[in-house]
């Protein structure tokens, strides 16, 4: 595969986790009542709806991040972080997919975030750093 085919998948995977994650945004009740016992309280269930949203918005602002970096052209054409990102982003969208419909609870969001959002983030903001901060093209 050349680095030019790696563009496009990155930009489609980068928005197919961006929109499955703005979904489960919308409709993330079952998720959360999956988490909690049969019998629970209003408090386990904002304790829990309150964890799997501030994961939700991080989700979202690391996605955001990874955008400006791509669309920018900082980060477009490098190749490494483009495969990681790809592979990262396409994850995400299959994971978080049978995480909303299969109704998983909201812990297992957690290991998804951790390697689908996280890593590619921390490799975005690498890539951003010895871009601008260190003037090295990749």
Do not use: Q
Not at 64 to 82: D, K, P, Q, T, W
Not at 94 to 115: K, M, N, R
């Amino acid at each position: 595969m050349s680095g030019s085919h790696i563009v496009p998948a990155r930009f489609l995977c980068l928005t197919s986790h961006l929109v499955v994650t703005i979904t489960i945004l919308w409709s993330r009740d079952a998720n959360v009542r999956a988490s909690l016992p049969e019998n629970y309280t209003n408090s386990e269930y904002n304790a829990v709806d309150t964890s799997l949203l501030a994961g939700l918005i991080v989700t979202l602002i690391l996605l955001l991040l990874e955008l400006v970096g791509f669309l920018s052209g900082v980060s477009m054409f490098i190749y490494s972080a483009g495969i990681v990102s790809t592979l990262a982003h396409a994850s995400a969208s299959v994971a978080l997919s049978y995480f909303l419909f299969d109704e998983w609870p909201y812990h297992i969001f957690w290991w998804i975030f951790g390697f689908c959002s996280a890593f590619p983030a921390i490799i975005e903001i690498i890539v951003l750093i010895g871009v601008l901060g260190l003037k090295r093209v990749g």
